[in-house]
């Protein structure tokens, strides 16, 4: 059964550095999304992606965050410089469509140090 | 997003029928009930989702009220496997590319 991966399982950075995490979402899937989870929390929702541009985003998807799809498989989500409440879970999901259920992978934990 | 409301932990014995409650009395006519589980910090796993008739698929039922104000999710038969916090979502059939609003959920916990 298909399904979205990650990389890189666990990712440990300096406070102000870039970090770039990555998705494959599941192949015939066209709509993209970021998720974090701060450890003892609820999962909370980033961004959307749709059509090489961004549908929805929340409040705490500022102008640190980024998203991007380089090519026809990887979604990636760019934090440019990272602050120790960066560290969390990220959840890259996909849906076929819109209204679909999201198909989420098994998540980046990023440690800001 | 209509707001749910779930309690926040139940226990069920295994082998047994798990019967997750949740509370969403201020659901619209265009907005679907799914059902999310998330073991240990793993990704969120989609379960199942309906509108107002029952579903009913290789993991879980979901039996929806008439008013459509609350719905129950069943595990017929449930294992230690199924441990995991459960969350319902209230979320519309329209609009842009909708994201998911997660609450705190249900933690359920599968007892041997």
């Known amino acids: 059964e298909p399904e979205v991966t990650q990389t890189p399982s666990h990712q440990v950075t300096q406070m102000g550095q870039e970090v770039i995490l990555r998705c494959v979402p599941i192949?015939?899937?066209?709509?993209f999304y970021w998720y974090r989870q701060i450890l003892g929390q609820k999962v909370e929702f980033l961004v959307s992606f749709y059509n090489n541009e961004i549908s929805e985003k929340s409040e705490i998807f500022d102008d640190q965050f980024s998203v991007e799809r380089p090519d026809g498989s990887n979604f990636t989500l760019k934090i440019r410089s990272t602050k120790l409440e960066d560290s969390a879970m990220y959840f890259c999901a996909s849906s076929p469509r819109f209204y679909n259920e999201q198909f989420f992978g098994p998540g980046t934990r990023l440690t800001v140090l | 997003d209509a707001k749910t409301t779930q309690p926040p932990s139940m226990d069920c014995a295994e082998g047994r029928a798990a019967n997750l409650p949740c509370n969403h009395s201020?659901?619209?006519?265009?907005?679907?009930v799914y059902w999310y589980r998330q073991i240990h910090s793993q990704g969120p796993q989609y379960i199942i989702h309906g509108l107002k008739n029952n579903e009913t698929n290789e993991m879980a039922s979901l039996i929806i009220t008439e008013d459509r104000k609350s719905s129950t999710l069943i595990l017929p038969h449930a294992t230690l496997r199924d441990t995991a916090v459960y969350y319902c979502i209230v979320r519309a059939s329209s609009g842009s590319a909708r994201q998911l609003t997660f609450g705190s959920g249900t933690q359920l916990t599968v007892l041997p």
């Open positions: 201020t659901i619209s006519g265009n907005e679907y």
């Open positions: 192949s015939n899937h066209l709509y």
